[in-house]
Structures are given as structure tokens and as C-alpha cells.
């Protein structure tokens, strides 16, 4: 099993510009998860997702917009990169209340 | 407003010189509170959840302790590999995770 994996690892953006972030899990979680994390500061929710279809806003939402179209893809978007965008994002998956966790992507906005 | 905070932000330790990272919290609906642990350039790596107050969980060198409104990790005799950033997080009562910032333990050998 390869448990949650992100794409990509890492990715420079220009300011302005889109890109989706994908997470992938394999062990048929319900609930996926987005979160950044930032220095000094605890993971800070984005949005999350309790099931195939289903989205709902976390603490952070503002830039962001994500889909749950397959039960084992979570996908995260920014439509219009800004330099406060500038993070590392993590995804997670439960079943439920442990949350697993991928490697990360990296994100610098320039 | 609910918060976690964690102490101390660093710790720098000698091998086998035991110490203990502290979580604190204030969070209405505690439903859970959970140890992660995450090395350089990773995703979190869960470690242990502890759900009532006066509960306690163990694995290695690693053993955490729950109060009703902190949560101990002790590090027992740690090595070098136990190096790493700890993370305290809470299940609040949404069920929704808010994590603390983290303590970096560095321990020399």
C-alpha cells in the first residue's frame, strides 16, 4: 500500500497563475483533508472532504477551491497564486479519528 | 477561542539525557488529543491518541500522558534517531484537528 501520496513534490508559480495539487489515498478513507503549513504555526485546515461529492471550508479556505470526485483523489486548486500562498501543503486521510498523512508539495509564489 | 500551544518551541538533549515536551490546550469539546511526529522535509507520522484524562500510552522510548488540560510526551533515554519535530494536535468537538506548532527535538550523540 502506498498509503497518501501528493503530485507534485515541489513547484514554483508566478504570480497570477493556477495549478491543482493532487492527493491520492489507497486505503478506501472516507474523509480527506487539506492543510498548509507555515513556520512557527501549528497545520492549519484548508478544506476537507467527508466523502465522495462532498467538500466543505476548513479555517483557511480564501484562494483555495478543491473537488472529491473519486473516492481515493482529493484534489486541491489556487486560481489566482499569490506570494501569501507560499507554504507547504499536506494532505490526510481517516477512517477514523487517526489521520494519515502524504509527504507534502512544497509550493513557493513568486 | 480554542488554542494548543506547545513548550518548549526547541529542545536540544544529550543521548540518554531524559525530558519531557508539554501540550497545552483549551478547546471546547475535547474529543481526543493525538502526538505526531514529523521529520525534516515529511508528512506527520502519527504516534499515539489519548481520549480521557489520567490515560496514558507507551511505544519505545516515547510515552504520552493526558490531563484535562495538557498532554505530557516523555522521551525516556533518547537516541538520535529520536530526533525530530513533535506535533500536539486535539480533536475538538466539530471534529476537526487543531495542531500546535511544534516542538524540534535535536538530541546529540
Known amino acids: 500500500n502506498a498509503g497518501v501520496t501528493q503530485t507534485p513534490k515541489f513547484r514554483v508559480l508566478k504570480t497570477g497563475q493556477s495549478m491543482t495539487l493532487l492527493c491520492a489515498q489507497d486505503m478506501n478513507h472516507e474523509y480527506m483533508y487539506w492543510y498548509r503549513q507555515d513556520p512557527g504555526m501549528g497545520l492549519r485546515l484548508i478544506h476537507y472532504s467527508v466523502g465522495e461529492g462532498t467538500t466543505a471550508k476548513g479555517e483557511v479556505p480564501d484562494g483555495y477551491n478543491v473537488s472529491r470526485l473519486k473516492k481515493q483523489n482529493f484534489l486541491l486548486g489556487l486560481e489566482s497564486a499569490a506570494p501569501s500562498q507560499t507554504s507547504v501543503y499536506f494532505c490526510?486521510?481517516?477512517?477514523?479519528?487517526?489521520?494519515?498523512f502524504g509527504p507534502g508539495t512544497r509550493l513557493t509564489v513568486l | 477561542e480554542d488554542q494548543v500551544t506547545q513548550s518548549p518551541e526547541a529542545l536540544r538533549l544529550q543521548e540518554g539525557e531524559s525530558s519531557s515536551l508539554n501540550c497545552s490546550y483549551t478547546v471546547s469539546g475535547l474529543r481526543g488529543l493525538f502526538w505526531y511526529r514529523q521529520d525534516p522535509g515529511k508528512g506527520p507520522e502519527f504516534l499515539f491518541t489519548l481520549y480521557s484524562a489520567g490515560e496514558e500510552k507507551e511505544k519505545e522510548r516515547l510515552k504520552a500522558t493526558l490531563t484535562k488540560k495538557e498532554s505530557f510526551l516523555h522521551i525516556t533515554a533518547p537516541k538520535p534517531e529520536d530526533s525530530a519535530t513533535y506535533l500536539c494536535?486535539?480533536?475538538?468537538?466539530?471534529?476537526?484537528?487543531?495542531f500546535g506548532a511544534g516542538t524540534t527535538v535535536t538530541v546529540r550523540a
Open positions: 494536535a486535539v480533536l475538538r468537538g466539530d471534529y476537526k484537528l487543531s
Open positions: 490526510a486521510s481517516s477512517y477514523q479519528a487517526e489521520q494519515f
